[in-house]
């Protein structure tokens, strides 16, 4: 029998991919100066990001070739992620970048328990991503649901609504009618 040699999409090689121990089991630490921790927080588009570094510095990150395609299964870059990034050294005011790592939750308390390392700022950014999306974001724009007509009523008034929505009682509709 002929050997296949280039068919197929390659599920061998992608059940035999979580087998062994993983990529992310050693959490990243800087080496360099250039290394810093930061945030998403745009995606543009093209394989580039907006990152807010620790300090409070904005630049365009690009996302390497590491995390594209069949790598980002396990290396997702998403809005308001925890990366680290490489500064370009040829670069006199930082305006671009290169992500290096992505870190995920299990990583970022690891992070926090390391005393020499500052990413207070990085996690403040996270923190209220995560508030403002289970708050209200304007505290005058309220439902009430109420069955009392009364209630209903005085509820408008105080919202200042001019429009009102009013259901009227109809008929019972038989469903053996249908």
């Known amino acids: 029998m002929v050997k296949n040699t280039k068919g197929g999409k390659g599920a061998k090689s992608m059940a035999r991919k979580g087998q062994g121990p993983g990529e992310n089991s050693f959490l990243r630490l800087p080496t360099c100066a250039e290394e810093q921790y930061a945030c998403v927080t745009k995606m543009y588009g093209n394989g580039m990001c907006e990152i807010v570094t620790d300090d409070n510095v904005r630049l365009i990150g690009h996302i390497r070739s590491k995390f594209r395609g069949r ?106 009618d249908i």
């Open 71 to 176: 790598q980002k299964r396990h290396n997702i870059v998403s809005v308001f992620s925890v990366v680290m990034v490489g500064l370009h050294e040829w670069e006199s005011i930082p305006k671009n970048c290169d992500i290096l790592c992505i870190y995920d939750d299990i990583q970022i308390e690891q992070l926090k328990t390391i005393p020499n390392i500052s990413i207070r700022h990085v996690l403040q950014l996270r923190q209220q991503h995560t508030i403002s999306i289970g708050g209200n974001a304007d505290p005058d724009d309220e439902l009430v649901f109420t069955a009392d007509a009364n209630e209903r009523e005085e509820a408008v008034k105080q919202s200042g609504a001019d429009a009102s929505f009013r259901l009227e009682a109809t008929e019972e509709v038989n469903i053996d």
